[in-house]
């Protein structure tokens, strides 16, 4: 389907602007693009020439089309934010008199808690790579540094040897918008690395061109996301770990561990950069039952008596 002319103008300009944005990453580049564009080919199945001619109940009918389709809250409310950065731009581009979409309400979603490992879960993985091989020794850096730091599966294979400041135990990461954090790494990861660069590393360079990737493959360049995941696999197949272990798991794992042993919340979400706390509260569902457990045997009223 063909978008009027108007509305292919507006659309054009706004993701111009989207991509000199500073700090946004591809993806979420490309989620703008994707989520707009649906947007504009529902108002021009309404015959909508121009986002100027949109209005609310316009806006509601095509959420509510998404709610048929199956699309999840969580979703739909990013649905929502990328219409709703559309539409604040052709406000202040004088291309709409109002944003008719500001009566519209977040989609709420019912917040999943994050799987997790527990602590002898992550003992029993870990210790299921020994040092046999230059391939184990390196997996054990690896996961060691998952765990120690809390890094997402793209941070870690984009880690370079220059970031680990072993001296301060700080690695430095760059993560969603490259944007950097400097996160602590413990000396168990720290001596992981030391005997991987020492013993292991070498073995597989292939040429001076590895761009001081830390953890190499097989051919000398940075490890794929399908290599992490297979590894996984394959250490949870060795510790007996029958549930489903994912990459995320082990920046999951962290946090609840840290928060299960009384970290400070704010602390947990630098640690993590999540730009918002609401981000990282997720976890503190950690722990709950026990609470509840104290509460009702300490708290004056929280237990019936006859």
Known sequence: MDLP?????????????????????????????????????????????SFAETTLPDVRQYFESLTSAGIAPSSRARYLASIRHLHRFLLSNCRIERDVTEAMEIPRAGRHLP????????????????????????????????????????????????????DLEIVRVFGKGSKERLVPIGTAALQWIDRYQRLARGSFIRSAETDDILFLNVRGKGLSRMSVWKFIQEGCMRAGIEKHVHPHMFRHSFATHLLEGGADLRAVQEMLGHADIATTQIYTHIDREYVKEVHTLFHPRGQQHA
């Not at 054009?12 to 591809?26: C, H, P, W």
């Not at 527990?118 to 210790?127: A, N």
């Not at 850096?141 to 970031?163: H, K, N, P, W």
């Open 5 to 49: 002319f108007a509305i292919r103008r507006d659309l054009t300009q706004f993701l111009q602007y989207v991509r000199l944005e500073r700090g946004l990453s591809a993806a979420t580049i490309a989620a703008y693009e994707r989520d707009t564009h649906q947007y504009a080919l529902f108002l021009t199945g309404l015959k909508r020439a």
């Open 115 to 166: 799987d997790c490992l527990s602590p002898e879960e992550m003992d029993r993985f870990l210790e299921s790579f020994d040092d046999s091989t230059p391939a184990m020794i390196r997996n054990r850096a690896l996961f060691e540094t998952m765990y120690a730091c809390g890094l997402r599966v793209s941070e870690v294979i984009t880690l370079r040897q220059r970031d680990v400041l072993a």
